[in-house]
């Protein structure tokens, strides 16, 4: 009878690990996102500092007794140009919206606002971007929706526009809103 090396068994066992961890990944409820340890959590603190020129944030507007968006945000990120106007869409419909402008300068973060107007209630400005670290945020634009307690309900990485905007975001915003 042969002997079966350890080494001839190896390659195998390794790819059929692979293959297994591969089939996991792609069939799981949302295979792009990244899920976040701040659903069902009072939201984070917010920048000391505001953009200058613009309604100061402070802590006690992300509990408004009202549903909230937080959207965090920068002048030299396409994707956050891009959702600008459903931003703004969703402004005149009553929403209440706050801003969190990271990594960016203070002049071109005013500029773009003042531009291309502004969407948000108030502006939190997080140049070192340590507050965006705190709620979790990998890239701009990522939006959270908080409750009126301002427990987060739910976190969108990406631009608020297209199919994802419409088929994940918006029922779940819809959802928080109690329609």
């Keep these: 009878m ?40 009072a939201a984070p603190g917010v920048p000391e500092k505001p953009l200058q020129g613009f309604t100061p944030l402070t802590p006690d507007m992300l509990a408004a007794g009202q549903v909230t968006l937080v959207n965090f945000w920068a002048s030299w990120c396409p994707p956050c140009r891009a959702e600008h106007p459903k931003l703004l869409e969703m402004q005149a419909q009553g929403i209440n919206l706050i801003g969190i402008n990271f990594k960016d300068t203070e002049r071109n973060a005013a500029q773009y606002l003042i531009e291309d107007d502004n969407p948000f209630a108030a502006v939190g ?6 507050t965006a670290i705190d709620w979790g945020v990998t890239a701009p634009p990522e939006t959270f ?30 959802a928080a809103q109690g329609n």
Excluded: C, H, W
């Design 125 to 130: 400005f997080d140049p070192q971007g340590r």
């Design 2 to 41: 042969a002997k079966i090396s350890p080494m001839m068994i190896a390659p195998p066992l390794i790819f059929a690990a692979f293959v297994a961890l591969a089939a996991v990944g792609m069939y799981r409820d949302d295979p792009n996102g990244i899920p976040s340890t701040m659903i069902g959590k």
């Design 145 to 174: 929706i908080l409750d009126a307690d301002g427990i987060v309900l739910f976190r969108f990485a990406g631009p608020l526009i297209g199919s994802d905007f419409e088929q994940r975001f918006l029922p779940a915003l819809e």
